[in-house]
């Protein structure tokens, strides 16, 4: 069964600094899609990033981008430009092709952010 | 374009009671799919609907149980509550099962069993 770790459950980045989120993930599988969600306070859960497992070059979008190392099995956020509006729980996932919309979470990282 | 919306957003319920929680997705969604979320295990996925048919489903005892509608809406059932059963249940959407794209979060039900 895929499994999803994030070894890092706090984080915590100055304003207007980078940082990064791990993520590692275990699959047999080949082809895959890993996600970036976010959950702030309120709870919804949206959506960071998005990376499919056979495209080579890392997705990005605006301030996020991904470091995306298939035979590390690795995945993490880096993000830019931090703002206050970043912090939230940040939670990694994994979803199989051939599983439908079973997919695999990590535990979360919360981000804090100080001004 | 309206989101996830979930139903009731709180809640609290006693041991052995029963529950029914209710789910619409993003209008032209025809997939829900159930996640239960607490401290302990995280989140953890429940089951999975497409055309008023239940896909998939996750390593839940038969106490947990759902369906959707013709219209999409979906409902979760937990029968003879237990408090390990205290948890945010999130319903999500999407276009379809096979679809590649993300899943839409609604806000949530905050389940609390006494």
């Known amino acids: 069964a895929q499994t999803v770790t994030q070894s890092q459950p706090e984080m915590s980045v100055q304003e207007a600094e980078t940082v990064t989120l791990s993520c590692t993930y275990d699959?047999?599988?080949?082809?895959?899609?890993l996600f970036w969600y976010k959950q702030p306070p309120s709870r919804q859960m949206i959506l960071v990033i998005r990376?499919?497992?056979?495209?080579?070059q890392n997705a990005t979008e605006n301030r996020f981008s991904v470091n995306f190392q298939k035979a590390a099995k690795s995945f993490s956020l880096k993000i830019s430009d931090s703002q206050l509006g970043d912090a939230a729980m940040y939670f990694c996932?994994?979803?199989?092709?051939?599983?439908?919309?079973?997919?695999?979470f990590g535990a979360g990282t919360r981000l804090t952010v100080k001004p | 374009k309206a989101g996830v919306t979930q139903t009731p957003r709180y809640l609290i319920k006693t041991r052995g009671q029963q529950v029914t929680l209710s789910c619409s997705p993003i209008?032209?969604?025809?997939?829900v799919s159930w996640y239960q979320q607490t401290p302990g295990q995280g989140l953890q996925f429940l089951f999975e609907?497409?055309?008023?048919?239940?896909?998939n489903k996750g390593n839940f005892p038969g106490r947990f149980s759902g369906r959707q509608f013709s219209n999409s809406r979906s409902e979760m059932n937990v029968s003879t509550l237990e408090l390990g059963d205290s948890a945010l249940y999130l319903c999500?959407?999407?276009?379809?099962?096979?679809?590649?794209?993300?899943?839409?979060f609604g806000e949530g039900s905050r389940l609390t069993v006494l």
């Open positions: 209008s032209g969604h025809r997939s």
């Open positions: 996932a994994y979803r199989s092709p051939y599983n439908n919309n079973d997919m695999r």
């Open positions: 609907y497409f055309s008023e048919t239940q896909r």
């Open positions: 999500a959407s999407s276009l379809g099962p096979a679809s590649t794209g993300e899943l839409f």
């Open positions: 699959t047999s599988e080949s082809d895959y899609y």
């Open positions: 990376q499919e497992a056979y495209k080579q």
